[in-house]
T-cell receptor, first 114, second 117 residues
Framework: AQSVTQLGSHVSVSEGALVLLRCNYS??????LFWYVQYPNQGLQLLLK????ATLVKGINGFEAEFKKSETSFHLTKPSAHMSDAAEYFC????????????WGAGTKLIIKP | ETGVTQSPTHLIKTRGQQVTLRCSSQ?????VSWYQQALGQGPQFIFQ???????GRGNFPPRFSGLQFPNYSSELNVNALELDDSALYLC????????????????FGPGTRLTVL
């Protein structure tokens, strides 16, 4: 069965530091992969998605993610954290075996220290 | 352009009652998906509607049902509420159904927080 594992329910970084949020997935067929962000009291917003084109995907707000098939990973990065990046981040996978329904990770709360 | 809206924002019900949650899709979108997000967890897919027909369903019992109307707004109905139904219910709309309805960008509403006592 498809699954998504996000390592670390909470990640804390200093403002200006590198952001790295980890996502590993299980899928026996080529997946579609997504990162969404959820700000307090707001809906989820798509940051970026991988749909079998370039393995390095650039998204909004300076975020990017790299699809690594050998590692079954799709980690999210940003070179320099801003206070406004504080939010919860969700990784999701979709593939033929799940009828392309989104399977979500449990989320990682990003905390930015001044 | 109006985004996805949901009503009500908060709701408190007791076990055994029935509830209806409403979603208004983003303008021009013909596909709507509903998700349940329990506290501290990621969303769980409930079902999707495309052009008023159910287009996929997650692992939820039949007491979870839905409707999509000709203007593409949608309702989620839950009968015989249980304590575990307490969650944030999210609605998301997108441009096209079938495969694209899932892989295309979904636009989420702010959710309805349901508490079952």
């Amino acid at each position: 069965a498809q699954s998504v594992t996000q390592l670390g329910s909470h990640v804390s970084v200093s403002e200006g530091a590198l952001v790295l949020l980890r996502c590993n997935y299980s899928s026996s067929v080529p997946p579609y992969l997504f990162w969404y962000v959820q700000y307090p009291n707001q809906g989820l917003q798509l940051l970026l998605k991988y749909t079998s084109a370039a393995t390095l995907v650039k998204g909004i707000n300076g975020f990017e993610a790299e699809f690594k098939k050998s590692e079954t990973s799709f980690h999210l990065t940003k070179p320099s954290a801003h206070m406004s990046d504080a939010a919860e981040y969700f990784c999701a996978v979709s593939d033929l075996d799940s009828n392309y329904q989104l399977i979500w990770g449990a989320g990682t709360k990003l905390i930015i220290k001044p | 352009e109006t985004g996805v809206t949901q009503s009500p924002t908060h709701l408190i019900k007791t076990r055994g009652q029935q509830v209806t949650l409403r979603c208004s899709s983003q303008s021009g979108h013909n596909t709507v998906s509903w998700y349940q997000q329990a506290l501290g967890q990621g969303p769980q897919f409930i079902f999707q509607y495309y052009r008023e027909e159910e287009n996929g369903r997650g692992n939820f019992p039949p007491r979870f049902s839905g409707l999509q109307f000709p203007n593409y707004s949608s309702e989620l109905n839950v009968n015989a509420l249980e304590l575990d139904d307490s969650a944030l219910y999210l609605c998301a709309s997108s441009m096209a159904g079938s495969l694209a309805g899932f892989t295309d960008t979904q636009y989420f509403g702010p959710g309805t927080r349901l508490t079952v006592l």
